[in-house]
């Protein structure tokens, strides 16, 4: 019989893994991205569907997987996850051409989509409110391990093998995870709610319909009225359902709490604007800086690896001071941190300038990750907790996917990737475009503090 530090141990462990396998999949292939670019013969604009496929699909079939869950039980559908997880990522490595690649990272997806709510509802549903964010700050962290083992070994895999082989290495993992998790893992479960396909294909229809067509080109106006037309439509359908159905996907009650919407929206910038960042700064490091794909990962680690040191302090921080300051001062670190790297390209400052602005921005988003999972946790009842944790990850990798979007909106207006000058000052402006998107969410962060 194992004691309750043993059985806490499996907890935290088995529940991070599956978090740090999903971050891992979407950090890996940032290093791998220049690599997959030049085999496919593909623009930038394209080449974001590489991770946005990934992102966007995990938002649009994470409160269908989470309903799932509450029903079925969170383990059950947690180990469902990793095992579609493993199979997409068993297709990503046999894809030949980039549109099975984009399909491939669609179905690793669909099993992501549950894996990182479920692990941190069976995690919260198992611990007390007092624990909770200390060992989210854990959480993170040791899922954050996946931003420093992401770039890095990305990098390697490369530089040694080839780039399917950063897919190749979720097959012996994923399996593992499962054979554990079904033995260490209890089940639990939420509120019973009927799970409705249809509101399932609304959602889906319009967070992935408003992600297109902001990707859209000029060349393609008809198309994207239609699909803008069809994604207005289908949003404010789901509304309109959620709000007269008996058990809804997605409770509209939830969102009278003015922590419940400000830790989500606030998450959406903290994210927005650090997925806008990993898209192109190993890109500006193999492109800009002439890096190896493997130093280009190497290069991230004052940026990622403070996320593994800082948060676990920043959870016991949170548990001190509150969510409101601690998350308002992670997002203007790494707002700031963004900037000053701006400004350090600008000055065509070597590497070893970049270091400590990269470590302020690691050091923001560590401290403003926990915050905000306890916020947004803490403003529901225990009973819906599996629903918000299925809220908070639509934000957060809503606003990633929007944020990546909105990156490469601007890198096109401004730079290319076809001349290097072009390149550097696309790369300058969209900084400052990140900047501006965790200095936005301060704006909600602040007011964490004042309910």
Request: net charge positive; charged share 10%; aromatic share 10%.
């Amino acid at each position: 019989m194992m004691t309750k530090t043993t059985s806490t141990k499996w907890l935290l462990g088995l529940t991070s893994l599956g978090f740090f396998m999903s971050m891992m999949d979407a950090m890996i292939v940032t290093t791998a991205s220049t690599a997959i670019q030049t085999d496919f013969h593909i623009s930038v604009g394209t080449l974001q569907w590489v991770l946005n496929a990934y992102n966007i699909t995990i938002v649009a079939v994470l409160l269908v997987g989470v309903s799932l869950g509450e029903r079925w039980g969170r383990r059950r559908v947690y180990n469902w996850g990793i095992f579609i997880f493993t199979f997409g990522s068993i297709l990503c490595a046999l894809a030949g051409n980039i549109g099975f690649l984009i399909l491939a990272r669609v179905v690793a997806g669909i099993g992501a989509s549950v894996m990182t709510p479920m692990s941190m509802a069976i995690l919260s549903s198992a611990l007390p409110v007092s624990e909770r964010g200390h060992v989210l700050g854990i959480w993170s962290g040791i899922g954050g391990l996946a931003l420093i083992v992401g770039p890095s070994l990305g990098g390697i895999i490369v530089a040694q093998l080839a780039w399917q082989w950063i897919f190749w290495i979720n097959v012996p993992v994923g399996i593992t995870a499962i054979a554990l998790s079904r033995r260490y893992l209890p089940e639990s479960h939420g509120r019973e709610i009927s799970v409705n396909y249809l509101d399932g294909l609304m959602i889906t229809l319009t967070l992935a319909g408003f992600i297109w067509v902001l990707s859209a080109r000029s060349g393609q106006l008809p198309i994207v009225g239609s699909i803008a037309t069809i994604s207005l439509a289908s949003g404010i359908w789901f509304l309109k359902r959620q709000s007269v159905e008996a058990a809804p996907m997605v409770p509209l009650s939830l969102f009278k709490s003015v922590r419940f919407n400000s830790g989500n929206i606030a998450t959406a910038c903290l994210y927005g604007s650090m997925y806008g960042v990993v898209f192109f700064l190993p890109q500006f490091f193999q492109i800009g800086q002439h890096a190896s794909a493997l130093t280009a990962g190497l290069e991230l680690l004052p940026w990622t690896g403070t996320l593994v040191v800082v948060a676990p302090f920043a959870g016991q921080a949170v548990d001190r001071f509150g969510e409101g300051q601690i998350a308002t001062l992670g997002l203007f670190l790494q707002g700031s941190g963004y900037g000053l790297i701006a400004g350090l390209v600008y000055q065509q400052k070597p590497y070893v300038w970049l270091v400590l602005p990269l470590a302020l921005a690691g050091m923001g988003l560590s401290m403003a990750g926990p915050a905000l999972q306890k916020a947004v946790l803490g403003a529901v009842p225990r009973s819906t907790i599996g629903q918000a944790s299925g809220i908070y990850n639509v934000s957060r990798l809503f606003g990633g996917a929007l944020g990546t979007t909105v990156a490469v909106i601007i890198f096109n207006w401004v730079g290319g990737n076809l001349i290097l000058s072009k390149f550097v000052c696309g790369f300058q402006v969209t900084m400052l475009g990140t900047t501006l998107f965790s200095w936005l969410g301060i704006l909600w962060s602040v007011r964490l503090s004042r309910h």
